[in-house]
């Protein structure tokens, strides 16, 4: 009864060589969002997506996008791996904006090589 | 702005001792609290969460108070077990309307039988 799924769960990619980061939930929440988590450091939200409505944080570089094709699916695409790039990825979901508990899935770990 | 502070670590404890992580907040309003734990490699899961002032969130032996007074949520535990060994961050998320997640910078606990 997973609700927050990430795929794949490590994920190793080359210098510059683009690189897709998926996630699934089967809560049925509005609000969609991706946190970096770089070695023993705290997430940073990176942007999220409330509904179909993007919301980039503004210390987000360009290299990270997002796309939430559906209520179900977002994904985060990264266009130019930098070394500095490798991290956790984590995905996490929420009902709604404001005071909701987020929900998180287990993670992607990149590795940029 | 919001932050969160919390005891440094790493925390290194023998099987059935008592736990106490520190977590003290600066916040506008009555922000919402949260403990969330990270095992190895994996992403976070909420642990507990307080919404508003002297509430008591628990879960799995763990507790932690919201005191409104000395705007802290110290988390603890009775008896600890080698299972427990993870990364707890404490966070809180500010007012309606307000997504953001603010994080500790973590702590690390090791319980060794």
């Known amino acids: 009864d997973a609700m927050v799924i990430q795929n794949p769960r490590y994920q190793v990619t080359q210098f510059g060589k683009p690189v897709t980061l998926s996630c699934s939930q089967t809560?049925?929440?509005?609000?969609m969002y991706w946190y970096q988590q770089k070695s023993s450091q705290a997430p940073k939200l990176l942007f999220h997506?409330?509904?179909?409505?993007?919301?980039n944080e503004a210390d987000t570089p360009d290299n990270f996008q997002s796309r939430r094709p559906n209520t179900s699916f977002c994904f985060l695409d990264i266009r130019s791996p930098g070394l500095g790039d490798a991290a956790m990825y984590l995905c996490?979901?929420?009902?709604?904006?404001?005071?909701?508990?987020?929900?998180f899935g287990p993670g992607t770990r990149l590795l940029v090589l | 702005g919001n932050s969160v502070t919390q005891m440094e670590g790493p925390v290194t404890l023998s099987e059935e001792a008592f736990l106490t992580i520190n977590c003290t907040y600066t916040?506008?309003?009555?922000?919402?609290l949260f403990w969330y734990v990270q095992y190895p490699g994996e992403g976070l899961q909420l642990l507990l969460k307080?919404?508003?002032?002297?509430d008591k969130g628990s879960n799995k032996g763990f507790e932690a108070t919201y005191r409104k007074e000395t705007t802290s949520f110290h988390l603890e535990k009775g008896s600890v077990q080698v299972s427990d060994s993870a990364v707890y961050f404490c966070?809180?998320?500010?007012?309606?309307?307000?997504?953001?997640?603010?994080f500790g910078k973590g702590t690390k606990l090791s319980v060794i039988p």
């Open positions: 966070a809180l998320q500010s007012g309606a309307g307000s997504y953001q997640l603010t």
């Open positions: 916040a506008t309003g009555y922000p919402s």
């Open positions: 996490a979901t929420s009902r709604d904006r404001g005071r909701e508990t987020q929900y």
């Open positions: 997506y409330y509904d179909k409505d993007f919301n």
């Open positions: 809560l049925n929440h509005n609000v």
């Open positions: 307080a919404t508003k002032a002297d």
